[in-house]
């Protein structure tokens, strides 16, 4: 049986030009070509479908359902190959490689920023740096895809197409506002959280299991769930509440009118840098690497750095919680 055709890389452009543009016109513009041509690019694009990507109201179009669910994958592909074009010129003019980097936001905004100093301070200058702020789990599925050279993000990090170069671990904190009466305490016990308006994060699978277990027999008064510890660390700095997170954003970003403090108990938050596993590195991956490393040391309460041959019987702990939640 003959496989599916390869897909035109000038079909796709134009029709994610157009998905981005909102209009043939907009896209001819992009893309340096006509508007005939555009219009003639998506239309074999989607004659070679069998569906329509865009739904024409005279001289307006808008994308289909189909055509919005597809525009996902083509992001993906287009990326790709932006990036296979990327490393071919690397090696045409023998220039350090190009390097793209998946973090979460959390450690995008602070672990990151440090390593690529330092990184240009050892004198590494790739062309280009691509950094992408990802959840977790999308940093693990970008790496073991390919699509990213080196990431970083919260354990787990369980995929069979990773190598865990490196994991380390610290105790969450507790972050108040600087006129909050416990900000005085160098230490906060939990007890002294109960009917306080709590301020920390979704993902059950991850953090949050960890501080609902924690924090099982505190009545705390109201709780104010989000994805992002930056969010987090806003809603205290203007006075809403008290919160618990991991140790990264308070420690490594400075949010006006907060104060960090340890916990009287060490609630661990485990983090790690991955890479794809079985290919042949660029000469910037390992620099790249240790240069996350040493970032990483922020001064954290409880910060240390575990083997990563221990990464399965750290992430069986990891569950090891109470299924009650806040």
Same mark, same amino acid.
């Given at each position: 049986?003959?496989?599916?055709?390869?897909?035109?890389?000038?079909?796709?452009?134009?029709?994610?030009?157009?998905?981005?543009?909102?209009?043939?016109?907009?896209?001819?513009?992009?893309?340096?070509?006509?508007?005939?041509?555009?219009?003639?690019?998506?239309?074999?694009?989607?004659?070679?479908?069998?569906?329509? %990507?865009?739904?024409?109201?005279?001289?307006?179009?808008?994308?289909?359902?189909?055509?919005? &669910?597809?525009?996902?994958?083509?992001?993906?592909?287009?990326?790709?190959?932006?990036?296979?074009?990327?490393?071919?010129?690397?090696?045409?003019?023998?220039?350090?490689?190009?390097?793209? &980097?998946?973090?979460?936001?959390?450690?995008?905004?602070?672990?990151? #920023?440090?390593?690529?100093?330092?990184?240009?301070?050892?004198?590494?200058?790739?062309?280009?740096?691509?950094?992408?702020?990802?959840?977790?789990?999308?940093?693990?599925?970008?790496?073991?895809?390919?699509?990213?050279?080196?990431?970083?993000?919260?354990? #787990?990090?369980?995929?069979?197409?990773?190598?865990?170069?490196?994991?380390?671990?610290?105790?969450?904190?507790?972050?108040?506002?600087?006129? =909050?009466?416990?900000?005085?305490?160098?230490?906060?016990?939990?007890?002294?959280?109960?009917?306080?308006?709590?301020?920390?994060? %979704?993902?059950?699978?991850?953090? %949050?299991?960890?501080?609902?277990?924690?924090?099982?027999?505190? =009545?705390? @008064?109201?709780?104010?769930?989000?994805?992002?510890?930056?969010?987090? %660390?806003?809603?205290?700095?203007?006075?809403?509440?008290?919160?618990?997170?991991? #140790?990264?954003?308070?420690?490594?970003?400075?949010?006006?009118?907060?104060?960090?403090?340890?916990?009287?108990?060490?609630?661990?938050?485990?983090?790690?840098?991955?890479?794809?596993?079985?290919?042949?590195?660029? #000469?910037?991956?390992?620099?790249?690497?240790?240069?996350?490393?040493?970032?990483? @040391?922020?001064?954290?309460?409880?910060?240390?750095?575990? @083997?990563?041959?221990?990464?399965?019987?750290?992430?069986?702990?990891?569950?090891?919680?109470?299924?009650?939640?806040?």
């Amino acid at each position: 049986m003959a496989g599916a055709p390869l897909f035109d890389l000038r079909q796709l452009e134009a029709y994610a030009a157009v998905i981005s543009t909102g209009s043939v016109t907009g896209a001819a513009r992009v893309i340096g070509k006509s508007q005939p041509v555009v219009t003639r690019l998506v239309q074999d694009l989607e004659a070679e479908l069998g569906f329509a %990507l865009f739904a024409r109201h005279g001289r307006r179009i808008t994308p289909t359902q189909n055509g919005s &669910l597809f525009y996902r994958e083509v992001e993906r592909l287009l990326a790709d190959a932006s990036r296979t074009r990327q490393r071919a010129a690397d090696l045409a003019h023998r220039q350090i490689a190009s390097i793209e &980097l998946a973090a979460t936001a959390t450690m995008a905004a602070s672990i990151v #920023p440090h390593a690529l100093k330092t990184l240009r301070a050892q004198g590494y200058s790739p062309k280009e740096i691509i950094l992408r702020n990802q959840t977790s789990e999308e940093v693990i599925q970008s790496v073991a895809a390919r699509q990213a050279d080196v990431g970083i993000a919260s354990l #787990p990090l369980d995929h069979p197409g990773l190598e865990v170069q490196w994991i380390a671990e610290a105790s969450c904190v507790c972050v108040l506002h600087e006129d =909050d009466p416990l900000a005085a305490q160098s230490v906060i016990d939990l007890a002294a959280l109960a009917g306080r308006q709590l301020i920390t994060l %979704l993902n059950p699978y991850r953090i %949050l299991g960890r501080i609902s277990a924690a924090l099982a027999d505190i =009545d705390v @008064d109201a709780v104010i769930r989000t994805n992002s510890s930056t969010t987090a %660390l806003n809603m205290v700095s203007a006075g809403l509440g008290v919160a618990i997170l991991e #140790p990264v954003s308070p420690v490594g970003q400075h949010f006006a009118h907060t104060v960090v403090r340890p916990l009287s108990v060490s609630i661990p938050y485990y983090w790690g840098i991955i890479t794809p596993i079985g290919l042949p590195e660029s #000469p910037i991956v390992q620099p790249l690497v240790e240069a996350l490393i040493a970032a990483s @040391d922020m001064g954290m309460p409880g910060f240390r750095v575990r @083997d990563p041959r221990d990464t399965e019987s750290i992430q069986k702990n990891i569950f090891n919680f109470s299924e009650d939640t806040l």
